[in-house]
C-alpha cells in the first residue's frame, strides 16, 4: 500500500488549496478513504472521509471549508480547503480508515504540510 499526498504550501488566510493523495497497491475504488491531521503540538485529528460510494462526511470545524471528492479512475482522492484560517495549518495525511471508524487507520501517507499565515 502506498500513498502518496501533495498540494500543500504556504497560503494566506482566506485562500484556499487543493490536496491531492494518489494510491496504490489496494483496491482503491472499494476502499473508504480519510484525511487527518497533525498540528504542532497536537494529536492527530479527524478531517473528513469518503465512503466508496461517494457518501462524505466531515469534522464539524471544516464543514462548509473543506470538500473530499474522489477520481476512482485515478485512484486519487483529493481534499479542497476553502476560507483558510491560520488554526488550519497543520500537517495533512491521507490514510486509509479501519473498517467502522474515521479514526483509526491502518495505513496513512508521509503527510503535507499546510501553512496558513499572512
Known amino acids: 500500500v502506498q500513498l502518496v499526498e501533495s498540494g500543500g504550501g504556504l497560503v494566506q488566510p482566506g485562500g484556499s488549496l487543493r490536496l491531492s493523495c494518489a494510491a496504490s497497491g489496494f483496491t482503491f475504488s472499494s476502499s473508504a478513504m480519510s484525511w487527518a491531521r497533525q498540528a504542532p503540538g497536537k494529536g492527530l485529528e479527524w478531517v473528513s472521509g469518503i465512503y466508496s460510494d461517494g457518501s462524505t462526511y466531515y469534522a464539524d470545524s471544516m464543514k462548509g471549508r473543506f470538500t473530499i471528492s474522489r477520481d476512482n479512475a485515478k485512484n486519487t482522492v483529493y481534499l479542497q480547503m476553502n476560507s483558510l484560517k491560520p488554526e488550519d495549518t497543520a500537517v495533512y495525511y491521507c490514510?486509509?480508515?479501519?473498517?467502522?471508524?474515521?479514526?483509526?487507520?491502518?495505513?496513512w501517507g508521509q503527510g503535507t504540510q499546510v501553512t496558513v499565515s499572512s
Open positions: 490514510a486509509i480508515p479501519k473498517a467502522s471508524s474515521w479514526y483509526e487507520y491502518d495505513y
